[in-house]
Each structure stands twice: as structure tokens, then as C-alpha cells.
């Protein structure tokens, strides 16, 4: 089974700030998620890459297949940023489903 | 519709009863996932539609969790004889087909007493 590991678990910054959340995992993928999740609230389906960089406003993912690891990252952080982020993965089976970091909960102070 | 939709949005139930959690997923999806996110945890897969076959039910942790979706649309999530450790957030999430971004609904969340 994957093992999906995030950090940090948590993280405070001050608008503006540049953020990264970095992501690795412990076997070939097909592909990768980012997920935003905000309390009390659903997920939403930030990112989906196999290799490379995506860029979405102020978000970027990058992954890199060969050392098993990805990141994310926020540009001029602002307070609605604040939420759980959570990275998962495809292990390329499809059919089991995506296997879950435990996430990376962000506040961003005004 | 316009997103995944789940029902109820919450739900407590005393120990020993059954739950019947819904799940509608975006229209022409084909691919059905659940998921159970304990508190503080990340999301841990349960099982996996294609269509109206469940092609993967591996993540359900007792016989106790019984899922399906007959006619290929709409999913229910069965659990017998809820016990305290089934309180979680259920979530389910649809895409066109396994390689697609998933939608995700809001979640439901259970409480058992």
C-alpha cells in the first residue's frame, strides 16, 4: 500500500506569505491529487498531475515522479486560503480508490 | 446536477442501528468512489463503482458495510448495526472515468451514540 506523507501538519502565516506544502509517497503513481478541504465543508478537487507543474491563480503544483514527492504551493496568501489541505494518490490500480495524506491544516492571519 | 450530492448531510444514530447514506453523483459519471474520513484523519477508501458494478469493495472494514448503485446513477452506503467506531464523515466522489479529476460531494456525517 502507498504511504502518503505531508508536511508540515500545521501551518500559521501571515497574509502575503508565500506557502508550500510538500507531499511524498512511497510508491509509483499514476497520478496525483491536491484537495482543499474547508471546515464543515466538502472537498474540492484543487489539482490532478502525472508530471510536470500546474498553475491555477495563485496555486502551483509541481510534482516529481522520480523522487516520489510533490508540492504545493500559494502565491500572495490571503485568509480564505485557510483550510486543510490534503495531498492523495493513484497508485495506478484505478479501481482502489485514492490513498490519502493526512493533511496539512493552514490558517492564514490578516 | 451540477455537483455530488449526498443525504442526509448528518446523521446520529444509537448504537445497533441501521444507516442508509445517498450518494448522487454529477450525471453521466461513471466512476463511484466512497470514502470514510475520521476525524483529524484523511479520507480512506471503501469501494469503488464502475457503472452499476462494484469492482472494488476492499476498503469496507466489517459485513457490517454493505454499498451499491443498481442503476449505474445513484449510490446508497449501507451500514448494519451502527457501532460508536462508525462515526465518521462519509464521502462519495464521482468522475467520468478512473483517470478523471473527481468531484467530491459535501460529505455525510454520522454519529453513532
Known amino acids: 500500500k502507498n504511504e502518503v506523507e505531508q508536511s508540515p501538519q500545521n501551518l500559521t502565516a501571515q497574509e502575503g506569505e508565500f506557502i508550500t506544502i510538500n507531499c511524498s509517497y512511497s510508491v509509483g503513481i499514476s497520478a496525483l491529487h491536491w484537495l482543499q478541504q474547508h471546515p464543515g465543508g466538502g472537498i474540492v478537487s484543487l489539482f490532478m498531475l502525472s508530471s510536470g507543474k500546474k498553475k491555477h491563480g495563485r496555486l502551483i503544483a509541481t510534482i516529481n515522479i522520480q523522487e516520489k514527492h510533490s508540492s504545493l504551493h500559494i502565491t500572495a496568501s490571503h485568509p480564505r486560503d485557510s483550510a486543510v489541505y490534503i495531498c492523495?494518490?493513484?497508485?495506478?490500480?484505478?479501481?482502489?480508490?485514492?490513498?490519502f495524506g493526512k493533511g496539512t491544516h493552514l490558517i492564514i492571519q490578516p | 446536477g451540477a455537483g455530488v450530492s449526498q443525504s442526509p448531510r448528518y446523521k446520529v444514530a444509537k448504537r445497533g442501528q441501521d444507516v442508509a447514506l445517498r450518494c448522487d453523483p454529477i450525471s453521466g459519471h461513471v466512476s463511484l468512489f466512497w470514502y470514510q474520513q475520521a476525524l483529524g484523519q484523511g479520507p480512506e477508501f471503501l469501494t469503488y463503482?464502475?457503472?452499476?458494478?462494484?469492482?472494488?469493495k476492499s476498503g469496507l472494514p466489517s459485513d457490517r458495510f454493505f454499498a451499491e448503485r443498481p442503476e449505474g446513477s445513484v449510490s446508497t452506503l449501507k451500514i448494519q448495526r451502527t457501532q460508536q467506531e462508525d462515526s465518521a464523515v462519509y464521502l462519495c466522489a464521482s468522475s467520468l472515468g478512473q483517470s478523471n479529476v473527481l468531484t467530491f460531494g459535501a460529505g455525510s456525517r454520522l454519529t453513532v451514540l
Open positions: 492523495a494518490v493513484d497508485s495506478g490500480g484505478g479501481a482502489d480508490g485514492l490513498t
Open positions: 463503482f464502475q457503472n452499476e458494478a462494484q469492482l472494488d
